[in-house]
């Protein structure tokens, strides 16, 4: 199951030394839903290797603002730390693989 990003548990993963795809998404967002089973598919294919997770923009406003997340769905890729890569609007599985394969 696709980790579920929040203040709870944001500064605890962030810490991670492995890749971190966070999709930012909202329940009222229909493209945000047409990309939850890519992000589904993808997470447990990368179990392991990478922290694949969502973060409900609406629950978790600061968390947003943090990333400047203005448009949604947003995936955001860190790795130490750092903003790798972000991708606004809705990816294609392939694509998204091969984003997560270049920073892995």
């Known amino acids: 199951m696709t ?14 030394d492995k890749l971190i ?25 990368y179990e392991g ?3 694949i997770g969502k973060c409900d923009t609406d629950a978790n406003n600061d968390i947003a603002i943090q990333f400047g997340v203005r448009n949604i769905p947003m995936i955001i890729f860190l790795k130490n730390g750092d903003v790798k890569d972000v991708h606004v609007g809705l990816i294609k599985k392939p694509e998204l693989v091969k984003k997560i394969e270049s920073f892995l």
């Open 3 to 16: 980790v579920e990003i929040n203040g709870a548990n944001f500064e605890e993963i962030t810490k991670s």
């Open 21 to 45: 795809v966070i999709d930012f998404w909202a329940q009222w967002c229909g493209p945000c839903r047409a990309l939850t089973p890519i992000i589904e598919e993808v997470e447990k294919e």
């Open 49 to 51: 290797r990478a922290i």
